[in-house]
């Protein structure tokens, strides 16, 4: 018994201060040149808490063999993608040699984000509520960008005038904001007067970080998962009370949007012009009203004296051509590579395809990337079922992986924790789910 309330209170704070960690991905070079990072010394140590409760605890185990049938399937599809994954490494040797330790920490991190997936899976069916709190976590983390704003911190923080997080990718940074934005989306639409205001609240603070990073990988995929949410929103009941509360969170999210053209630096706001807005919107128009009164806030001189004529990052340069040479590698090699196949470049660049959908081919091989496209398509049809009806927490992590599953067309997010984590968590709420009604919409336990 006392194991069982070892595991009640240590096993929720150990998750939610680990979803707390995914944000902070500074270190230095360590033994095989991996960091340790807050979040994965924290799950390493859930790990040793979970496999702990397993063997100790009776409860642990009776679950464990309650839930062993579907987490078999699962166990089936990512062992099969590790052997395609060996196979394709062994078989481009020695085109890695002198890249060894880099493959091995690919093989570590692949290993890694499965343990991550399973960990998270067991935690939330063991406590549901450790799913309720890692939902807030998520939502709350990337407050901690905010520390961009202090002068003493923006060398640490900002790179090139975009927004990188703790010494990262401004296109994973971008990433782990808009999941909080998501998140408090879906809590503004599904919650009482009490939380919709503080998500409210969050979504203002949050779209100026997330517009600071500047992804444009980023920004087309919130759009387009903000927009199927208002329609999955109002399709499921619609009521002039649903679309005062849709109307509501877009003004505002576009109140913030506005605002934060007042709090982004200079250089910012011409990068966001340069990448996105130009490159999105063909009316000069348009483009010149941006620059002078958005970018320029009104400023005459540097708006006239601005060199409109500056190379613009347009898709071809930053994802176009490198896109159509990692397919052509993708068709001409049925085995893949393995892990870190960019670093002796078979794609002809030394970087990767900036696209987890040819990432994976890349690295698994054909055989591979077709457990992939199962694996989504069980977790995906997974947080189907949790939504049929339309708890809070089922909309927001299908949400979710509907934001990941279209932005990882932009990045190499093969290995991506965010991923793997809401996975587990689709699939630990799906089997929680077989055993328990899920709770009303308005439940504050749902929360």
Request: proline share 4%; with cysteine; net charge positive.
């Amino acid at each position: 018994m006392k194991t069982l309330n070892r595991y009640g209170h240590i096993a929720p704070a150990l998750f939610t201060l680990s979803i707390f960690g995914l944000v902070w991905r500074y270190g230095t070079e360590s033994f095989l040149g991996i960091t340790p990072k807050p979040f994965e010394i924290l799950f390493s140590i859930l790990l040793t808490f979970v496999l702990f409760d397993i063997f100790i605890s009776e409860e642990g185990r009776i679950l464990l063999h309650r839930i062993r049938p579907t987490l078999a399937s699962y166990s089936a599809l990512l062992g099969a993608l590790l052997i395609f994954i060996i196979l394709g490494s062994v078989f481009s040797f020695p085109g890695w040699i002198f890249h060894i330790k880099d493959v091995l920490i690919g093989f570590v991190n692949i290993i890694f984000s499965f343990i991550v997936f399973f960990v998270s899976a067991y935690t939330v069916v063991r406590n549901r509520d450790n799913l309720h709190r890692g939902l807030v976590a998520l939502t709350l983390s990337p407050l901690v960008f905010l520390l961009a704003f202090i002068p003493k911190w923006q060398d640490f923080f900002i790179n090139n005038a975009r927004l990188i997080g703790a010494q990262n990718d401004p296109n994973i940074t971008a990433i782990i904001i808009a999941t909080g934005l998501i998140l408090s989306s879906v809590f503004f639409l599904y919650s009482d007067s009490r939380l919709r205001l503080l998500s409210g609240l969050n979504v203002v603070f949050l779209v100026p970080l997330f517009l600071w990073a500047d992804s444009r990988g980023a920004n087309f995929s919130i759009a387009l998962t903000l927009s199927l949410l208002a329609i999955f929103y109002l399709f499921k009941e619609a009521s002039l009370q649903r679309v005062k509360a849709v109307f509501a969170l877009f003004c505002i999210i576009f109140f913030s949007i506005s605002a934060a053209y007042l709090v982004l630096p200079e250089d910012t706001r011409i990068s966001i012009y340069s990448r996105s807005v130009v490159p999105t919107f063909p009316s000069e128009s348009l483009n010149a009203f941006v620059l002078e009164h958005w970018v320029f806030r009104g400023d005459g001189y540097k708006y006239s004296t601005f060199d409109r004529n500056v190379s613009l990052d347009n898709f071809n340069l930053s994802r176009g051509d490198l896109w159509a040479s990692a397919l052509e590698r993708v068709v001409k090699s049925p085995l893949g590579f393995g892990p870190a196949y960019h670093k002796w470049s078979p794609i002809g660049r030394d970087v990767g395809a900036h696209n987890t959908w040819l990432q994976v081919p890349l690295t698994t091989g054909w055989g591979g990337f077709l457990s992939w496209t199962v694996l989504l398509y069980l977790v995906f049809r997974a947080g189907l079922r949790a939504t049929k009806k339309e708890t809070l927490v089922g909309v927001a992590l299908l949400a979710e992986f509907t934001f990941l599953l279209v932005s990882i067309v932009f990045i190499d997010a093969f290995t991506l924790k965010h991923l793997w984590l809401i996975m587990g968590m689709i699939v630990g709420y799906f089997l929680s789910q077989s055993n328990a009604e899920p709770k009303s919409i308005g439940a504050s336990s749902d929360l």
